[in-house]
């Protein structure tokens, strides 16, 4: 009884920590809404998600999509496309072909997954003619808010790069870092997760990790503070690291969790979601625009929080 009531404690305590995804609406109000091509919003969700974004004052959508079905699935939500263009797309590839031309010309600041899977959205938009890569690679990051933690967690890369080498890793967390300090955080601590805190030949990610820390100290990542190896536990809970003699500047603290591979990243991200009770954005970096990706299992509330995150990214860039 007294476990039951501790953990109560602790998410009511934590709960003033976790107002960013509100914080980041509200500074939404009052500027104009920026252009956003949505692509293949062709399910309840994902149209409701972009709509409610629209409404919130955030996004003026672009959809990309067979118009027929749009205009079926917005009568069966009681929503209204009449101030929306409706740009005609017969089928998936078609749709993210013409989403991510209008991110390159421009027209949209901001391209949108609807309920197309990622790897078409994303094979359009990593085009080496036609696409929208940058000298950064791509990378997702998720940003989420646990009940028991006290601070926002970026967690990458869970959606994009799969078994991420060395040098791929370098952009992955300096793209996490450069989000970390739009969304207000100054010095990041980032965590590179393993499943053990010290270093082992065997396990390719704690090598990993100590090289990265040591490129950190050189100054080829830059604006966080990182170590690694670290254990998930250790990585979120002082008391973990206390119990390990661990001592780390990051233990217990994190802002960034770097995970090995996208499946392990994936996973973690997901139960936190459903097992933990986390709310959840996903934005991908890298690119020309921000690209809001979210899960097709994802609620409105997820892709409004999005639109939110790539609204503060799109702000910093025109400042």
């Not at 078609?94 to 901001?110: H, Q």
């Not at 899960?295 to 400042?319: G, H, M, N």
Request: glycine fraction near 6%.
């Amino acid at each position: 009884m007294r476990e039951r009531i501790a953990v109560v404690d602790a998410i009511t305590d934590a709960a003033q920590y976790h107002v960013l995804f509100e914080s980041l609406i509200r500074s939404c109000e009052g500027r104009e809404a920026f252009p956003v091509a949505v692509c293949w919003p062709c399910s309840a969700v994902s149209l409701a998600g972009a709509m409610e974004a629209a409404r919130a004052g955030i996004i003026h959508p672009l959809l990309v999509g067979p118009a027929r079905e749009l205009s079926a699935i917005a009568t069966s939500l009681d929503l209204d496309l009449g101030s929306y263009e409706v740009i005609p797309a017969d089928t998936e590839e078609d749709a993210a072909e013409k989403a991510v031309e209008l991110c390159r010309s421009g027209r949209s600041s901001a391209l949108m997954k609807g309920s197309l899977h990622t790897d078409l959205l994303m094979h359009a938009a990593l085009q080496k003619e036609g696409g929208l890569r940058t000298s950064r690679r791509f990378s997702h990051v998720f940003v989420l808010e646990a009940p028991l933690y006290k601070r926002a967690l970026f967690i990458t890369d869970a959606a994009i790069n799969i078994y991420p080498t060395l040098e791929e890793k370098v952009d992955i967390v300096q793209n996490a870092i450069d989000l970390a300090h739009v969304l207000g955080v100054a010095e990041p601590r980032v965590a590179i997760l393993s499943a053990v805190e010290t270093v082992s030949p065997k396990i390719v990610s704690t090598i990993d990790a100590a090289a990265l820390c040591k490129m950190a100290d050189r100054g080829q990542i830059a604006g966080a503070i990182l170590d690694g190896p670290l254990a998930f536990d250790t990585a979120v809970n002082a008391e973990a690291a206390r119990v390990k003699n661990l001592k780390s500047p990051v233990a217990g603290e994190a802002d960034i969790l770097l995970v090995p591979d996208l499946e392990s990243g994936n996973m973690l991200a997901k139960q936190l979601e459903y097992l933990g009770g986390a709310r959840l954005a996903g934005i991908v970096l890298g690119a020309k625009v921000p690209i809001i990706l979210t899960s097709r299992a994802d609620s409105s509330e997820s892709r409004v929080a999005s639109c939110a995150i790539a609204a503060a990214l799109i702000k910093q860039q025109q400042a």
